[in-house]
């Protein structure tokens, strides 16, 4: 059995969860689904950021301390997902006992290796980035390019993490790992950094508490991001020991979105170097949920005349409008992971209409509503040599090699060529017009084994769809209980169960 351990970035508690945090994190759910269903042992985490001067600036404009203010909002990220049928093992806050000492023991050991010393920093600090920024990476009146927010000049007396000296080490790591960060291009920026000149980089702080606090310096607290990233080895158990690392660690799949490649890319492998141990084996970069000025006033996502920010959309809504699995799907199907894409009301009803409601919606509807009126509600078997066997059999191959790189919208849309082909031959056949008999009995059987596999290999994605389709066609259990290959391979339907018509499972927008 193999391991397979996926994680997301930690999401900070200083505002409430909305559609760009879950478009990351439904894609780590479907990935950790998929690996599960192949029988693999996973370990998936997601959890929440709650230290740092943002955080604590943010309790103080509330007026609470900083542990009420993130005890108010973690769970919130909690419930959004719980909303959106997320299966994490794992859900971590940087505020937690455990963390506290992974943290410690773990840059301790990069403090004892030498690669920690004690100097005093100026410059320009932008709080919403909790980062440093060189004057060439901000624009007019000294803005931050990615809050718009002007810098804040700081200086102080820090601890100083030897980033420089690890320049070569990074080249060389990864000119031997090429597939270490994904996708290419991501990959050659990061390189593309490291080759650029690397200077030490700040790691403490002295002007707020709110923080880890550095055990051989208690005036000091950990830097943030010096804090998050170390959530990773917490999970699994690097505060109480070593046995996780060789357990979980070379099964590590970090999943990021493109404005934090350089602290996981660089800086967090150089961290492992120093801490003596492997970088990880895999980081996977996600591009942006980019809304195009047009108002998404259709639905509840916002009040207003305005134009419409990603950050102000909030999953719950769009639950609310569409469903779990609709907005799921529509997250995992509409944008390449790794290419930024367009997000907008009308391209979640164009997909779901197109792809839930008229390909696979209707494919059950007909189906179901064909073997009551032919089969007296009883589905038949599939037959051994149908012509969509070998389809099923290339749908299958390809739907598990693009899940198994990431890449969740090649599988959806191998899946889906399934449900096509399916539709395509009940059009040809016309069951509904023919009379009851063997050759009916072999087309609808061939459907609902379309249906079966369908099922299977959609649910990571519509878990709670996919489950009523199993149950609809007679089937005991649900997909999620099945182990691939074996359970896709054709001629797994039985035959002779009862098949339900239903409500419709996907009903058209208008």
Known sequence: MARFYVTTPIFYVNDA????????????????RW????????????????????????AEE?????????????????????????????????????????????????YENGWIFKDRYAGWYCVGCEAYKDEAELGPGRVCPDH???????????????????????VAWYEQHPEAVRPEAKRNEALSFVKGGLRDISITRTQISWGVPVPWDPEHVFYVWYDALVNYLTAIGYDQGDEGLSTWWPAVHHLIGKEILRFHCVWWPAMCMAAGIEPPAHVQVHGFLLVGGERLSKTRLAAGEGP??????????????????AVRYHLLREVPLGADGEFSYEGIVARYNADLANNLGNLLARVATVVERKCGGVGPAPRPESPLAPVAEEVVAATSAAWDRFAPHEALEQTWRLVREANAALEAAEPWRAEPGPAVDGVLGDALEVLRIVALLASPAIPLASAEIWRRIGLEGRPEDQRLPAAAAWGGYPGGRPVEKGEPLFPRRR
Do not use: M
């Not at 993490?161 to 990074?170: E, G, I, P, V, Y």
């Open 35 to 58: 690996h599960r269903l192949v029988g693999d042992e996973v370990l998936f985490l997601t959890g929440t950021d709650e230290h740092g001067q943002k955080v604590a600036r943010a």
């Open 62 to 110: 509330h007026g609470t301390t900083p542990q009420a203010w993130a005890d108010q909002l973690a769970p919130r990220f909690a419930e959004a997902w719980e909303a959106l049928a997320v299966s994490n093992d794992d859900f971590i806050r940087t505020t937690e006992p455990r963390h506290y000492r992974a943290v410690q023991r773990f840059l301790t050991k990069i």
């Open 148 to 170: 718009q927010r002007p810098v804040e000049w700081l200086e102080q007396e820090n601890y100083f993490f030897r980033l420089s000296a690890f320049q070569d080490r990074l």
């Open 308 to 325: 419409v920010k990603v950050t102000e959309i909030a999953p719950a809504a769009l639950v609310a409008d569409f469903g779990v699995d």
């Open 17 to 32: 969860p909305h559609v760009g945090h879950a478009y990351c994190t439904v894609n780590a759910d479907a990935v950790a």
